[in-house]
Structures are given as C-alpha cells and as structure tokens.
C-alpha cells in the first residue's frame, strides 16, 4: 500500500493504493489520528485502491468521526470490490461517496 | 583393495617361530605403501603371543593408525591383557546368525528384514561388503531418532552366511503390510497413522549436508533416460525435474507399509538406509511403485512383496495419498499422483534397463508400457510441485500473507471469478485475523487452514482450526447498518461482512478446537 498525501491549505486529498488490510491499517491509522488538525475537507482518492478489509473500515470510520466535528470527508473513485464492501457493511449510509 | 585403507589377513598361531617370518610377509606386502591406515583382520587367526604382538608394535611406529577386526574370544583376551585393546581399536568377530527358518518381516532396496526370536530382527545387507552400508545406516537412523523420528537403531553387526548383518530390538512387533493383510477392517487405522508418520518425516527439517539430496538422484535417472526417449520428451522430463525447488525436509525414501511397524502401542519407521533430503514428490513416486507402480503388469508382484492384493493396495495408495494431501478431491488428488507416477516409471524404466531389461521380450514389452504411459503424462504436465491443501502457522497477523497465498494457490484449480477471489481473501483475512487476536491472547498458538474445492455445486471450503479458548463468532449480534457513524462502534464488522459474502458459515467447538467452516460457491 502507498499513501500520497495533497494538502491545500484545510483540504487534503489522500490517495491510497494497493490493499488497505489488516497489515498496512495501521500506516492510515497514523495519518488519521494524528495529521487532520485544521482539516476542513478530507477526500480519499480510491482510484488505485484494490482490496479492502474491516481493518480498513474501522480506519475510515475513525476519519468519519474525527471530520464530522470538523468539516466534511468524501471517498472517490471506489471500484467494484470496495464499493461492494462498502454496500455490505452499510458504510454507503454513513460515507459521503462520489 | 580399498586404496583409503590396507587390510592384512592373519592366520593360524603367530609366536616366536614363525614371528620373524610373517613380519617379511607383511613388510613385503606393504612394499611401496605407506600413509594408509591398517587393518588386521584376525578372522583366522587362533593364537598370537608376545613375538607376534611385537611385529604389530613395531608397524605401529610406521603406520600409526591400526585397527583390528574380527578377533575371536581367547585372541581377544590376549589383546586385553597386554593393553592391544586400548592402544588401538580392536573389534571382537562378529557373531554368526542364521535366518533359515526365520520370518521375512521386511524388504527394502538394500537388504531383508528377518525376525531371530521374539525380540529382535536383523537386516541382512545385499551387498556382501556391506560394513559401510551398516554405519551408513546407523548413522542415519541416529540422525532421524535425534530430530524426533520414532525408529530402531541397530546394537550388533552379525554374519549371516557370506553377508553382514545388523540386529534390532523390535519387541512383538508387526508390520503394517501384516495388519493389512490380515485385519482388512483396521486399513483405515492403517491409512491414519501411515500418513501422520509421513507427515511428521516429511515436516522435519535436516541440517544441511548430513542426507543426500534426493533431487540430485533423481537428476540423475532423469539424465539417464536421455537415449531412450525422443529429445523433446527427455529434455522435458529433465526440465521438470531440475524445477522442483531444492527442500531441507527429510524423506524415507522407501516409505511402504512393511517399513512400518507397530511395537506395542507405538509406530516405528524402520529401514532407513534411504533416507534422504528433498521434496515430497520424490517420496510419493517411491510411494506409488510400490503399492501400483511395481505391479501394474504383474498384479501377483505386490501380494508376493506385500502379503495382500493388488486392489487393496491401490485402495491404501489412494486413502493414504488422499489424507496425506487433506482433500477428497479427486481431480487435485488425481494430479498429484500423475506427477508422482513421471518420476515412478522414470525410475522403474532405468532400473529394468540398468538389468538388462531390454535384452528380454517380456521385459521390454513392460519397458515400452511404462515409457508409454511416461511420455503421455509428460505431454500434459507442467510442474512436478505440488502443494497440500492443509497449513499451520502461527496464528498472527504476520503470517496472514502467506495463508492468503496459500488458500490463492490451493483455489486457483477451481477458476473461480477474480471478485470470488477476492471475496475468499476478504473472508479469510478477517477469520484469521480474529484468531490472531483473541483465540490464544495474551498468549501464542497455531491456527491450521486447509481448503477444498468441491463439486456438484462447485465450490470452495475453508476451514480454520484453532485451540484456543471457545468462541462462536456467529453467536455475535450483527451490527446495526442504520445507525450514524457517531453511533457506529468501531469493529464487528470482519465477521458480519465474512457472512454477507460467504455463502454458509458453520461453526464446531469440538476436542477443545474451534472449527470454523466457510463456504463459497462458485
């Protein structure tokens, strides 16, 4: 998995490739957790992003969290797999995805 | 004679008077030599005193490194008096055995197996110089009996007419080929315990350089068949074989069911002069001549090697290769045996032309058979690896790689969708995960996999065993989808999207394991 990060002022795009599962989670996780201070638009660009887990869900719902105090958060570009996981899990309710 | 060694024959009484004159002899004997380690070989030899001792001494100073060998009591008791047996290695004659009478219990590549009394058998080597195949193979059996490999290792060299001996202790033992032939309903027990032993063989481990390399061998027939089959089919052949990656685990190397034998309660692996390092393969070729390969022809060969028939043989071949892979599918099992039978026939065919096989109608006919059925498995085979649907790993999330690749591999056969691929590696990755992270916390422990691919509807099986503590996943409410993510709670989620995707999930504790079964259709 890479993460390129896209900071504009409070928007900040983070393009996630590859799988996001149980072994690189925790790589998001620190993003996250730690670098959404004075975020106000959060996007993630799934456009290569393959395969996802709930270990990747409970990352993207922290997000939700933390961005719901603070300004908006949106998911793009999702493919098949994921978007599927997303349906399942009901996480299309809760995500705002494009 | 052996150029590493000399070996000096003594006869008769040596004293004071013919002392002088065997010294010349031996001296002559020795002209031009030197450096060599010697040996006396006292086979003969009823009487030495001092004089004669004193021809030994004095080589000595010469030839530091003497040994003597096959000295008889009231010789040997000579040798203890005057200090011989501790200046030098002294080996006391072996005893003499006789084996008329006695019951064949087991035959292998290099020798038969006869019982002498109630508590012990000896192996008697073919080979008529055989002292170096019997160190052989007690170096190994100790090797195999270190690394955890229940065996008998051998406590005497014995004659046994013009050829050597070992003995063994081998209490009211008896061989799995006896159980089978005369208890047909204790062959699924057979089956059982004949592939744990397999197992257990082939999941060690040999430090490196201490067994021959099997593929190195096999190399070699592969090679040899290069004459006798058209250049294509050869150098095929020869490709497949270099292809196997080289393997540390151990293999027997003549794994039949009259090399295994039950003592007591207890299993044994004997005959272990074949022991060696390589893949799994090399050992189920061995495997399938002898229960088919061997008889294919001529199906009274097994029932004379044996003690049962053809048809039980094929049956213990297929329960045994079929446990052995743990899968009941015959297509995976099928191909499995193909690959063994290439290396099979290759060695069948060498062995009958290296005796003269070609030379005889019959046999040439069999010959012509086997490189028949040879060259049509070669035409449809691409790998002589292959991989057994069952693993244990530590169960951590570190090693969820290698368990999704395996369970990969092991559905790639049934061509399922890249979304149904997915969706397996989807399921997969939260059950293991799972059991990383709660079966055994704060401890460690192992988690096993094993996959199917079944039929009729097609589909594939996954199932996870753990030992740690009870623990029913589906009994877990599902999360409820409606709430907002402030109300969402973080987790429970791998489970419940394991059961949207699978088709059916059912869960077992049973003999203290959890047993997880996920199925997909295809």
């Known amino acids: ?98 | 004679m052996n150029n590493e060694l000399k070996t000096i024959a003594l006869s008769g009484r040596i004293d004071s008077l013919n002392a002088a004159e065997t010294e010349k002899q031996i001296l002559d004997d020795l002209q031009g030599i030197s450096g060599v380690p010697l040996v006396f070989d006292m086979e003969k030899l009823d009487y030495i005193s001092s004089a004669g001792l004193r021809v030994i001494l004095r080589l000595k100073k010469q030839y530091p490194d003497i040994s003597i060998i096959n000295v008889k009591p009231e010789v040997y008791e000579i040798l203890e008096m005057t200090g011989f047996t501790e200046m030098m290695t002294v080996e006391k004659a072996y005893r003499v055995v006789s084996t008329e009478g006695c019951e064949e219990i087991g035959r292998g590549a290099n020798g038969t197996i006869y019982r002498i009394d109630r508590d012990n058998v000896v192996k008697v080597y073919n080979n008529a110089d055989a002292l170096e195949d019997i160190r052989h193979e007690r170096e190994v059996a100790k090797l195999a009996l270190i690394l955890g490999i229940p065996t008998a290792i051998s406590y005497d060299v014995v004659r046994v007419g013009e050829s050597y001996g070992s003995v063994f202790e081998l209490l009211n033992a008896r061989s799995f080929s006896k159980i089978i032939a005369t208890e047909p309903d204790k062959l699924d027990w057979c089956v059982s315990e004949y592939v744990k032993m397999l197992k257990k063989i082939h999941g060690t481990v040999v430090p490196e350089g201490k067994l021959p390399d099997m593929r190195e061998t096999v190399i070699g027939w592969a090679e040899f068949m290069r004459p006798y089959l058209p250049s294509d089919a050869a150098e095929k052949l020869i490709g497949l074989v270099n292809d196997v990656p080289r393997d540390d685990h151990m293999i027997h190397g003549d794994y039949h069911t009259k090399n295994l034998e039950l003592q007591g309660d207890e299993v044994l692996i004997i005959d272990m002069d074949t022991l060696a390092v390589g893949n799994p393969i090399f050992e189920l070729a061995s495997m399938y001549n002898s229960f088919i390969g061997f008889s294919e022809m001529n199906h009274a060969n097994i029932l004379k090697f044996q003690g049962f028939d053809f048809e039980t043989g094929t049956k213990f071949w297929k329960k045994s290769l079929a446990a052995y892979l743990g899968t009941d599918s015959e297509t995976v099992i099928e191909s499995v045996e193909d690959k063994a039978r290439i290396i099979g026939y290759t060695r069948m065919i060498r062995r009958s032309i290296r005796r003269g096989g070609l030379d005889d109608e019959e046999r040439r006919k069999e010959i012509e058979h086997w490189k028949g059925e040879l060259l049509e498995l070669l035409e449809k085979t691409d790998s002589l690896v292959f991989g057994v649907s069952e693993i244990e790993v530590e169960a951590d999330t570190e090693n969820l790689p290698q368990v999704q690749s395996f369970v990969e591999e092991h559905i790639a056969a049934a061509e399922c969708s890249p979304k149904a691929m997915m969706q397996i590696g989807l399921a997969v990755e939260e059950i293991f995960t799972n059991i990383a992270n709660y079966a055994y916390a704060p401890d460690k422990g192992k988690a096993k996999v094993r996959v199917d691919v079944l039929k009729d509807p097609v589909a594939v099986s996954i199932t996870f065993v753990d030992h740690g503590v009870p623990y029913d996943p589906l009994a877990k409410d599902d999360p409820d989808l409606t709430l907002s993510a402030e109300d969402r709670a973080i987790g429970g989620l791998g489970i419940f999207m394991t059961k949207k995707i699978m088709d059916d999930i059912v869960y077992e504790y049973r003999d203290g394991q959890n047993i997880l079964t996920l199925r997909k259709n295809l």
């Open chain 1, 1 to 98: 998995m890479t993460i390129t990060k896209t900071q504009n002022g409070a928007a900040l795009t983070v393009k996630v490739d590859g799988r996001l599962d149980t072994m690189t989670a925790p790589q998001l996780e620190s993003v996250v957790s730690s670098e959404l201070g004075g975020i106000e638009k959060l996007v993630f660009d799934f456009a290569d992003l393959e395969y996802i887990s709930s270990a990747g869900l409970r990352v993207l719902l922290s997000a939700q969290k933390t961005m719901n105090s603070q300004g908006t958060m949106t998911v793009k570009n999702v493919n098949e797999l994921v978007s599927e996981v997303f349906e399942v899990t009901g996480f299309t309710d809760i995500l705002t995805i494009e």
